[in-house]
T-cell receptor, first 115, second 111 residues
Framework: GAGVSQSPRYKVAKRGQDVALRCDPI?????LFWYQQALGQGPEFLTY????????KSGLPSDRFFAERPEGSVSTLKIQRTQQEDSAVYLC?????????????FGQGTRLTVV | GQQVMQIPQYQHVQEGEDFTTYCNSS?????IQWYKQRPGGHPVFLIQ?????EVKKQKRLTFQFGEAKKNSSLHITATQTTDVGTYFC???????????FGTGTRLKVLA
């Protein structure tokens, strides 16, 4: 596609429910990032993939968060047993090359509300 | 979580006035990027700065990287209502894969 696509755009989950957020990066982009953005805050890094390899997952807040990119394209961020503090916009970004030298293209995000 | 300090947090200006946001880091950066996020939108890349003391211009926007590569600024000349949004810097430390985003400066332009 023309840009980074994320689905669903909005998700309401009951506390304790598992959710899966999908990211379709720009075709051919090597790098893929997940960020969490709370209201009024800047995006906070969650994890980074280079092709199918998850090279950095230091930003994942707990072991309830899990991300994968099995074929080096589409990625899924899974949150198990959601809590209210997980409510945020989850942004996916991709870039053509290695992270230091290329711009990141962001998707529209998935707004997760845990009730 | 780890974030980069940006000042000011908010700025309201009259249309036609200038605007500047500053980004400060405690560590030396390999490079820095700037993004703009419109209300309800997603971050959109503006520019990347790599060299010490580098200055880049995009029409009314001027970006600067400090000599010590620890700070950066974005200056907008003669703001327009289309400049409304939150401006973020994002730093990349050597040896990591993370973009660490700043706290952002929310700009409101009054017509």
């Amino acid at each position: 596609g023309a840009g980074v696509s994320q689905s669903p755009r909005y998700k309401v989950a009951k506390r304790g429910q598992d959710v899966a957020l999908r990211c379709d990066p720009i075709s051919g982009h090597v790098s893929l990032f997940w960020y969490q953005q709370a209201l009024g805050q800047g995006p906070e890094f969650l994890t980074y993939f280079q092709n199918e390899a998850q090279l950095d997952k230091s930003g994942l807040p707990s072991d309830r968060f899990f991300a994968e990119r099995p074929e080096g394209s589409v990625s899924t961020l899974k949150i198990q047993r959601t809590q209210q503090e997980d409510s945020a916009v989850y942004l996916c970004a991709s870039s053509l090359g290695t992270v230091r030298n290329t711009e990141a293209f962001f998707g529209q995000g998935t707004r997760l509300t845990v009730v | 979580g780890q974030q980069v300090m940006q000042i000011p947090q908010y700025q309201h200006v009259q249309e036609g006035e200038d605007f500047t946001t500053y980004c400060n880091s405690s560590t030396t950066l390999s490079n820095i990027q700037w993004y703009k996020q419109r209300p309800g939108g997603h971050p959109v890349f503006l520019i990347q700065l790599v060299k010490s003391g580098e200055v880049k211009k995009q029409k009314r926007l001027t970006f600067q990287f400090g000599e010590a590569k620890k700070n950066s600024s974005l200056h907008i000349t003669a703001t327009q209502t289309t400049d409304v949004g939150t401006y973020f810097c994002a730093e990349i430390n050597s040896g990591t894969y993370k973009y660490i985003f700043g706290t952002g400066t929310r700009l409101k332009v009054l017509a």
